[in-house]
């Protein structure tokens, strides 16, 4: 079965811009969340969704908002961009929502570097 | 606040030897844990959990021990082959299992030579 999809794979944006990135997750995978990942860092926690609702935010400004649509695709984006948010953002699916990371399959992110 | 360390950036091993990865947390709250490994331009898999019930998950070459007084835990490989070179990360969900959201550490590449 087709994997988590993430688009684009790269992206190059220059600074105040915005950007949208998108992720499928696998079919019949309900829950999505979003992680970004900056060296040092790991990997810190955006949101999750699921059923088009927001369940869970993470510690970021609200320049980083995102949405779920009907059939569970997911989109994130990023307003007035800043050299910081340089980083690879991941998305992961899970059948259902809660699952403390069983059930996780991660796409394999988007590289988004803001110059 | 970092709640889940990795304080080795990375680790070098021969092939054949054992790898020993160490985490630690400060949420003692917290009560499940993962490791992923993560290979460049692919998103983090899934290796192992443990319960906190539990001290040791085993799962073929990869064990998993849990100090929980330490708070502490670690991810051993025996014996570690050339594939097993990637970033691993441990991670604990927030609240429980109930929650979705992972709070990761920074992770420690693991370079293992042949």
């Known amino acids: 079965k087709a994997g988590v999809t993430q688009t684009p794979r790269y992206l190059i944006k220059t600074r105040g811009q915005q950007v949208t990135l998108s992720c499928s997750p696998i079919s019949g995978h309900r829950s999505v969340s979003w992680y970004q990942q900056t060296p040092g860092q790991g990997l810190q926690f955006l949101f999750e969704?699921?059923?088009?609702?927001?369940?869970n935010k993470g510690n970021f400004p609200g320049r980083f908002s995102g949405r779920q649509f009907s059939n569970s695709r997911s989109e994130m984006n990023v307003s007035t961009l800043e050299l910081g948010d340089s980083a690879l953002y991941l998305c992961?699916?899970?059948?259902?929502?809660?699952?403390?990371?069983?059930?996780?399959?991660f796409g394999s992110g988007t590289r988004l570097t803001v110059v | 606040d970092q709640q889940v360390k990795q304080n080795s950036p990375s680790l070098s091993v021969q092939e054949g030897r054992i790898s020993i990865l160490n985490c630690d947390y400060t949420?003692?709250?917290?009560?499940?844990f993962l490791w992923y490994k993560k290979y460049p331009a692919e998103g983090p898999t899934f290796l192992i959990s443990?319960?906190?019930?539990?001290d040791k998950n085993e799962d073929g070459r990869f064990t998993v021990f849990l100090n929980k007084s330490a708070k502490h835990l670690s991810l051993h490989i025996v014996p570690s082959q050339p594939g097993d070179s990637a970033v691993y990360f441990c991670a604990a969900p927030t609240g429980g299992t109930s929650y979705g959201k992972l709070t990761f550490g920074q992770g420690t590449i693991l370079t293992v030579h042949p």
């Open positions: 949420n003692s709250m917290f009560d499940y």
């Open positions: 992961a699916s899970s059948p259902n929502p809660g699952q403390g990371g069983h059930g996780y399959t």
């Open positions: 969704y699921f059923s088009e609702t927001q369940r």
């Open positions: 443990i319960s906190s019930i539990k």
